[in-house]
């Protein structure tokens, strides 16, 4: 992990886009508000169209704010074109310049700034190395691989030494393993060149793995800020919950509460004792988030906060997936290890029990 | 079942069947007279266009290049018998009275002032036509065709129809004198017809089109993805202009040159009309000389040297542009 130095790279402030106007007009961004630190590596990650890349072409200039002011570090810069902000992006499509080579399209952004051809040509150098791209300095845009590109457009945006490097879903293009690839390439140049990486993407996995911290988006919100680990186990709300990873809901009735903690009961009749949200009444209902992982399968017993039929069993190579029609309604699905190889203890339609941690059932704000 | 069939004698299991070697020599002949018939349609697919070209555009420069070896008739047409006085007297000039061979730069001079001509009229249609161009290209696709409809709009009338409307605009009586007299901003007619101006002008006015739809062609395939980039990569306006959309859109570039170029320096017509005869240019030189000149030989040469001197100017023009691709792109 690197370290923080916990100073804003950027922040924005109550940050508005809308698109067109009237009754056709679309709202990009809702009031949205985040502080990015230096040397971070953050994702803002959605589905299409939850306002991600606005956010992120907000940042780089290439769109006004309708609404609210956008900082770097410290300095508001909402007015100013892309071209005076020392921002870099790398584009989904990679954008290079065909008419240039490898070389000259990591020079590109060195030569507009100004900087001398000795100090252009060394900065080149140490990039091109930086990506492992030297044998290729001489070629066309055109005779690279799609992974080359993206290790030029990488080296491109990175050439200039940004204070910050904007990434739009730069590993969609590529297939599976060279994704894999690049994302702890990724890492290693955040790491090595301490510039703070604010990454976009709608893949949950991607997020997971090489983010310091994620803020997830929806409809132009951001719902939630967090590490991983926070937002996979702590999910504040049924989106957040549902879009990363799987999730079952089990709804509970509130019995009681004190303060901000309380009583709920499960469909099972089990009670358990929780922290509520305030708005929850007593007789009404929440919802628990409960990641398949966390549910161990037992024989029917007292002991267990659930029970149900197994309706379905799938095999997944390292783990396999039991599907469990619930006794009280609804279903859930259960995720086992296939520590000791897969053993078909269980048949379908068996009689089972389900066992979960109390710390492993989160109340959802919903 | 056919009649034959049946009377056919049954070859029975011990009829010899037809050899290997005849089976393959007959798949040989099969195979080799389907080549023949490909060959056959290959040419019958090409001959219109094999017959067009050979009527349209070989013949008539065989005969072009026939007459200027010719000897010129007293009443127009040609003497059958081989001369290269054409060609000399583009250059030379009889003495009149010493019958000497005098070096005479006229021909030469109406050249050079034709290229010139069409050297400016090019850069004219090119320094304005790229921001009509660009700005057809970034509107949204619906109103492009639009766009592209109005700047086509004038090939639906006659050249000469349009060029005399300009002469009409032009002229010391004509609209554009009248309005800047009656607005007060001149108290004198400002000449312009039957200047090097005018025909300019209406060579810049003709060829416009012919600049303006490759630039365009050209313009809205580009990727303006790029143009973000060049933004974000700190290059400004001017910068993102000259660096990017400039060298990306060089085809276009490239081809509305020679669009412009090449009719321009041979125009006839608008020098004609808007020169009235005084500024010749080579296109009214080699009507000329088909005409009221009675000299169909000097007529040819003079059409042979034009079409070699576009040649040689192409060839240099494109190895430069593309040599100057290269070099960018290293």
């Known amino acids: 992990m690197v370290e923080l130095t916990g100073l804003p790279a950027v922040e924005a402030k109550n940050v508005t886009k809308t698109f067109g106007a009237g009754p056709d007009a679309v709202v990009a961004l809702d009031n949205v508000s985040v502080t990015i630190q230096q040397n971070e590596f953050f994702t803002l990650l959605g589905p299409s169209g939850c306002g991600k890349t606005t956010l992120l072409r907000l940042i780089a200039g290439f769109e006004l704010p309708t609404a609210g002011s956008i900082l770097l570090e410290g300095q508001e810069v909402a007015h100013l074109p892309p071209f005076k902000r020392m921002v870099n992006t790398v584009f989904q499509s990679y954008a290079l310049f065909p008419h240039l080579t490898v070389a000259e399209n990591i020079g590109f952004g060195l030569k507009m700034l100004g900087r001398r051809r000795a100090d252009r040509d060394a900065q080149i150098e140490k990039m091109l190395k930086l990506v492992k791209m030297e044998p290729m300095r001489n070629r066309k845009v055109h005779q690279l691989s799609g992974g080359q590109q993206q290790r030029v457009a990488l080296a491109r945006a990175l050439a200039p030494h940004p204070k910050v490097l904007l990434l739009d879903e730069p590993l969609s293009a590529l297939d599976l393993k060279l994704r894999k690839e690049m994302q702890i390439e990724l890492k290693r140049l955040q790491h090595e ?5 604010i990454f976009v993407t709608h893949d949950q996995e991607e997020a997971l793995t090489m983010s310091d911290r994620i803020a997830v988006m929806s409809h132009g919100k951001i719902l939630q800020i967090g590490t991983a680990n ?7 709300d049924r989106f957040v919950a549902d879009f990363i990873g799987e999730t079952n809901f089990i709804e509970a009735e509130v019995m009681q509460r ?17 922290e509520l949200d305030p708005i929850a009444p007593v007789g009404g209902k929440v919802t628990l988030a409960i990641r398949p992982e966390r549910i161990d399968l037992v024989k029917p017993g007292a002991d267990c906060q659930l029970a149900g039929k197994v309706e379905n069993i799938v095999y997944f190579g390292t783990d396999t997936h039991f599907h469990i029609d619930l006794d009280t309604g609804g279903d859930v699905t259960v995720r086992v290890q296939n520590r000791r190889g897969f053993q078909e203890v269980l048949k379908q339609g068996d009689a089972v029990g389900l066992r979960i941690a109390p710390e492993a059932m989160q109340v959802l704000k919903d | 079942m056919t009649t034959t069939e049946l009377a056919a004698p049954d070859p029975g299991p011990a009829a010899p069947g037809p050899t290997p070697s005849t089976t393959l020599s007959a798949a040989q002949a099969a195979s080799a007279s389907r080549e023949d018939k490909a060959r056959i349609s290959r040419w019958l697919l090409s001959a219109p266009a094999l017959v067009t070209i050979t009527i349209f555009g070989i013949l008539p420069l065989i005969i072009i290049v026939i007459y200027s070896f010719l000897k010129a008739a007293p009443y127009g047409g040609v003497v059958w018998s081989p001369s290269i006085e054409a060609y000399v007297s583009f250059l030379f000039q009889q003495d009149i009275f010493t019958e000497e061979l005098v070096f005479s730069p006229d021909f030469l001079q109406i050249y050079l002032r034709s290229f010139i001509f069409a050297v400016g009229t090019t850069l004219l249609c090119l320094v304005l036509g790229f921001p009509t161009a660009y700005f ?10 639009w766009w592209v409809l109005l700047i086509t709009i004038p090939f639906w009338s006659n050249l000469l129809v349009r060029t005399l409307a300009i002469m009409f605009i032009i002229r010391d009586e004509g609209l554009l004198n009248n309005i800047l007299i009656g607005l007060k901003i001149i108290d004198q007619p400002i000449t312009i017809l039957y200047t090097d101006f005018a025909i300019v002008l209406g060579l810049f006015y003709s060829f416009l089109p012919f600049m303006v739809l490759p630039l365009y062609a050209s313009l809205e395939k580009l990727d303006f993805r790029l143009v973000e980039a060049g933004y974000d990569l700190y290059a400004s306006r001017p910068k993102v202009l000259f660096r990017i959309i400039i060298p990306l859109s060089k085809p276009g570039i490239i081809a509305g040159c020679l669009l412009v170029f090449i009719p321009a320096l041979g125009a006839y017509v608008t020098p004609l009309i808007l020169g009235g005869g005084r500024h010749m240019m080579i296109g009214d030189l080699i009507a000329q000389q088909f005409g009221s000149g009675r000299n169909w030989p000097l007529g040819a040469a003079q059409a042979l040297i034009l079409m070699s001197a576009v040649l040689v100017a192409l060839f240099f023009y494109v190895r430069a542009t593309t040599g100057k691709v290269k070099h960018g792109q290293g």
């Open chain 1, 193 to 197: 060149t301490g510039i703070t990486f």
């Open chain 1, 230 to 236: 926070e937002i996979y186990e702590h999910p504040v």
């Open chain 2, 136 to 145: 057809m290209a970034t509107r949204p696709p619906r109103q492009r065709n």
């Open chain 1, 258 to 274: 004190i303060g901000n903690r309380g009583q709920i009961r499960l469909p099972s009749g089990i009670a358990l004792a929780r």
